[in-house]
């Protein structure tokens, strides 16, 4: 597929070209004993992807990806509905086989050593899928015990995740009374009483109001404070922005770009972005009239956005072409920013 062009006429940039795959991550398949052989080294990347692919009949979900995530680190998948994530993570998670592509976790190969690879991980999938019979103590014991974990076992750590959860005062409360943020938070609380050594969290806060994504952020904060590797998705920038370490920008299933929050935007953006409205039918024919004064201009349906090192500089120009928005802002870009200039789209529409 050819890029879509900029507003600007620039071509887009193509997807990143696959990294050639290191030797490390095309190690055999461990021999017995199960114990030794199932057992990562020190070091072993929590996840590796080389060219991991998924076809749904006619549909390519996930389109030859390479990704890494190194252990202790909080890696994200940032892109819109419908980019694979959901797909891409349920690989990882060992619950869905790849159609192409090599695909390690913990070092292991999930078509082999599904089992010893979800007994590692903990999940919270996209929708929560809690068993609304049940209290939320209740919840995490029963999970606990398909782990094989003794009841003493199970009694101990839902009491600290349920803390952890702040949702002590909710323990003994049928799951259908919880609200959207506590059924998320004992979603994760459950996900976390195998002691994964990693997390997978698909879309943590979407659909939250802000008040609860924040006290999630929080919690998944800590998490990362201790060294726990969290692997997300999101098609939320500022999320993105919150919690990864480092992350890919996914689009049509492929790789578009891929750094830590401050890299990408440094690469593929300016460091200011001035948001100007002239009112809905005349920002196209106003942004003609902006020519030349930014890096890059985007026009979007409601706003054009102008692409500048020195925001507030832009705007005194613009003033001066006689042009007057009826509102006008200057801010940092963000990976919204980095997400247009690489698909042309913006990331929620
Ligand atoms: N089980 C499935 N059967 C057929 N198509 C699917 C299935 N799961 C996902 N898809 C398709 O794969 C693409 C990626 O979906 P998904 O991984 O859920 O994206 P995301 O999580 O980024 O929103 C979409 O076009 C979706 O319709
Ligand atoms: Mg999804």
Redesign the pocket.
């Known amino acids: 597929m050819a890029p879509a062009p900029d507003a600007d006429g620039a071509p887009r940039p193509a997807p990143v070209a696959p990294a050639p795959v290191a030797p490390a991550s095309v190690e055999p398949a461990p021999v017995a004993p199960a114990s030794v052989a199932t057992r990562p080294r020190a070091g072993t990347p929590a996840v590796v992807a080389r060219g991991l692919t998924k076809r ?2 006619e ?1 390519t ?2 389109d030859g990806i390479d990704l890494e995530v190194a252990p202790g680190e909080s890696f994200g998948l940032l ?10 993570m349920r690989m990882i998670g060992a619950v869905s086989s790849r159609s192409g592509g090599d695909l390690r976790v913990l070092g292991l190969d999930p078509d082999t050593h599904g089992p010893e690879i979800r007994s590692q991980l903990g999940v919270v999938p ?1 929708e929560d899928n809690l068993d609304t019979e049940l209290r939320a103590r209740e919840n995490l014991v029963v999970y606990g015990r398909y782990f094989g974990l003794s009841r003493r076992v199970c009694a101990e750590r839902a009491a600290e995740l349920l803390a952890f959860a702040q949702l002590e005062d909710k323990a003994e409360a049928k799951v259908d009374s919880l609200s959207g943020g506590m059924k998320r938070r004992l979603t994760i609380a459950r996900a976390l009483i195998n002691e994964p050594r990693v997390l997978m969290l ?2 943590p806060t979407t659909g939250l109001d802000p008040q609860a994504r924040h006290v999630l952020w929080d919690r998944l904060f800590r998490l990362k404070e201790r060294g726990t590797t969290l692997v997300l ?1 999101t ?1 939320h920038m500022d999320e993105a922005e919150q919690l990864c370490d480092r992350l890919v920008v ?1 689009d049509h ?1 492929r790789i578009m770009a891929e750094g830590s929050p401050a890299e990408l935007i440094r690469r593929w953006s300016t460091r200011e972005v001035v948001e100007l409205r002239f009112g809905s039918d005349r920002n196209a024919e106003a942004a003609l009239r902006l020519d030349g004064l930014a890096d890059r201009v985007e026009v979007l349906p409601d706003r054009v956005l102008l692409y500048t090192d020195d925001g507030e500089a832009l705007l005194a120009r613009v003033a001066d072409r006689g042009l007057h928005p009826t509102t006008s802002l200057v801010r940092r870009s963000s990976l919204e920013d980095v997400f247009l200039r690489l698909t042309g789209r913006s990331l929620v529409e």
């Open positions: 749904f009949g549909t979900a996930v892109g819109p509905n419908g980019a694979g994530k959901s797909t891409t996209q698909d879309e998705t098609h996914v299933g």
